[in-house]
């Protein structure tokens, strides 16, 4: 039996967003569908606040036609950022609501961008020296009370296994929440020497977190991550990995995400339950909330200290190992769909793509299909022999017109139209995605396979780049330089992100939080030269701080 510790009554499955009208556009899709579980729609419709229902009925959305079958809805993102990020997950097939609240279950679309990210990020984990391994999901409870400010930070989030094979366990198990605690458990078995360090493992896995509010794939009940954990003999070792591993995070925002993220330290108060520093890299969404997609921590000595994990160094001394931890999530498909994504739909840099190209064969009548399928077949086997992922929807169910307005929304790079007309001039039509209408529409490019290989990938380079840019300047033109609380406050009242000197207390950092809901996101690398003046105090300042509302 899987418990937890007794939650007060919840309003719905969903924070108070999740309103009936988002659970109902996240299981409309373009298929007909069975409908939800009885017990789970109605606890979620039922327990919605009355004036959000009536509200939401109220909503206008656009709509795709589906040209005889039922329409996609995607609420404008203007009009409600929360309703259109539910309608693109549902529409786009990347999750669906699991049958326990704040669950999930990732769709193949959603899973192929989240193996994407995991094929990236291995190849860097393992280029710098780290072994993937696997630990138990289970660990015992003392584990998780051997280090004090672990067991407070974590103890809200738990689930506890209390029974087992119908008997009462001796020990109560908690479905991990994180593997710090067996980590170094098992750390102490395998060190023994300094010739036994460093010590650098991997894991890809589920965590369990009891989470109060939840979003699909930005914070749920289990959520999928791979999680590093190194120990070191000295601490500057620590140190230097911790950095080594944000940055690695970096540039896969970057590189591959096109998120411009910030990365920075976490203050004391964000700092990660049983570290000595956690740095963080910082996105910012469409709606200009933060969204904290990566951290990496320097654990010090706390945990190996807690669990006696020691080594004996080149002198014969016994000393307790320097350790570090790392984590990305599944939270960063969500930040990806609500960095780029728009009205229509999903927009995916071509790096993380699924589907690169979409191959759209287009005929009116029989004595056409056979020679445009040959095209499309023959374009289709020359991108991939390219090493290009491509797709060709040669299904006759659908017309093109659909199909166009289909992969648009699922957020394929460049679409490929071919017809009679195309074949008989040996070419082809490509659409850009993050280019709408006849502008981002390009004919007369050449079937030739190295001219149109060269032009496919130098067009997704564009869009790749392009991508970043845009995001760039959002987030650039969304943070405000600010001297003095009052400037703070009212950056924030207007959606913005704040940059600002500080140096003030823990307390004034509540305090930030309880008067305007924002809190420190990071102290990024990138300081200004010159003087500072924290902005609550009148002290001088060494550093810069950020502040955002976030997820």
Sequence with gaps: MVS??????????????????????????????????????????????????????????????????????????????????????????????????GTMVIRPYGYAIWEAIQDYLNVKFKETGHSNMYFPQFIPYSFIEKEASHVEGFSPELALVTVGGGKELEEKLVVRPTSETIVNHMFTQWIHSYRDLPLMINQWANVTRWEMRTKPFVRTLEFLWQEGHTAHATPEEAENEALQMIDVYTKF???????????????????????????????????RKALQAGTSHNLGQNFSRAFGTQFTDENGQRQHVWQTSWAVSTRFVGGIIMTHGDDTGLMLPPRIAPIQVVIVPIWKKDDEKTGVLDAAKSVAEALKTAGLKVKLDDTDQRTPGWKFNFWEMKGVPLRIEIGPRDVSS??????????????????????????????????LDEIQSSLLHKAISFRDSNIVDVSSYEELKEAISLGKWARGPWSASDADELRVKEETGATIRCFPFEQPQGTKTCLMTGNPAEEVAIFAKSY
């Design 4 to 101: 937890s510790l007794r939650l007060p009554t919840l309003t719905s499955l969903f924070s108070p967003s999740f309103t009936r009208r988002s659970t109902v556009s996240l299981r409309r899709h373009l298929y007909l569908r069975p409908p939800l579980p009885a017990g789970f729609s109605a606890q979620s419709a039922a327990s919605s606040p009355a004036e959000t229902d009536d509200r939401v009925d109220k909503k206008k959305s656009s709509r795709v036609q589906d040209r005889g079958d039922t329409d996609r809805v995607i609420t404008p993102r203007s009009q409600d950022f929360n309703a259109w990020y539910l309608d693109i997950i549902a529409n786009a097939e990347l999750a669906d609501y699991g049958p326990v609240r």
């Design 426 to 459: 040996g070419s082809v039509v490509i659409s850009r995605r993050d280019v709408p209408g006849k502008q981002g529409k390009v004919f007369g490019i050449s079937m030739e396979p190295s001219v149109l290989e060269a032009y496919v990938k130098d067009r």
């Design 253 to 287: 925002a970057y590189e591959q995400a096109a998120i411009p993220i910030i990365a920075g330290r976490k203050s004391k108060v964000e700092t990660f339950a049983g570290a000595d520093k956690t740095y963080t890299i910082e996105a910012m969404m469409g709606d």
